[in-house]
């Protein structure tokens, strides 16, 4: 079974930039799309990012758009967020999952769609974005 894992949260300051990583213990995630999504403190989890499998097609959020690109290098084995002009309601568990489906932003913005495209969710990385 795919195993996940989110790495690189940090604490960082407004404005300020952060690269995480999801990567595959035991698999390969080249077959696989991908998507982010963090938890605030008593919220739930909001979708931000998506990849096909191959990495030709990305989504974003529009709450994210412009600040955060995903990408992916598959001879790594890795997924990344690259997370820019960080805002202090950006903190959060951040948490990357198998997608078994298409890429489209209503996967990552409808809570309907979103249980029953999204498996695998791997460990999240904590983010603190504060001054």
């Known amino acids: 079974q795919l195993q996940l894992v989110a790495s690189g949260g940090a604490l960082v300051q407004p404005g300020g930039s952060l690269r995480l990583s999801c990567a595959a213990s035991?698999?390969?995630?080249?077959?696989?799309?991908i998507g982010w999504f963090r938890q605030a403190p008593g919220k739930e989890h909001e979708g931000i990012s998506c990849i096909s499998s191959s990495g030709a097609v990305t989504n974003h959020a529009d709450s994210v758009k412009g600040r955060f690109t995903i990408s992916r290098d598959n001879a790594k084995n890795t997924v990344y967020l690259q997370s820019n002009n960080l805002k202090p309601d950006g903190t959060g568990v951040y948490y990357c999952?198998?997608?078994?489906?298409?890429?489209?932003?209503?996967?990552?913005?409808?809570?309907?769609?979103?249980?029953?495209?999204?498996?695998?969710w791997g460990q999240g990385t904590q983010v603190t974005v504060s001054s």
């Open positions: 035991e698999s390969s995630l080249d077959h696989y799309a």
């Open positions: 999952a198998a997608l078994y489906g298409p890429c489209t932003t209503e996967v990552l913005t409808n809570p309907a769609r979103t249980v029953t495209v999204f498996n695998s």
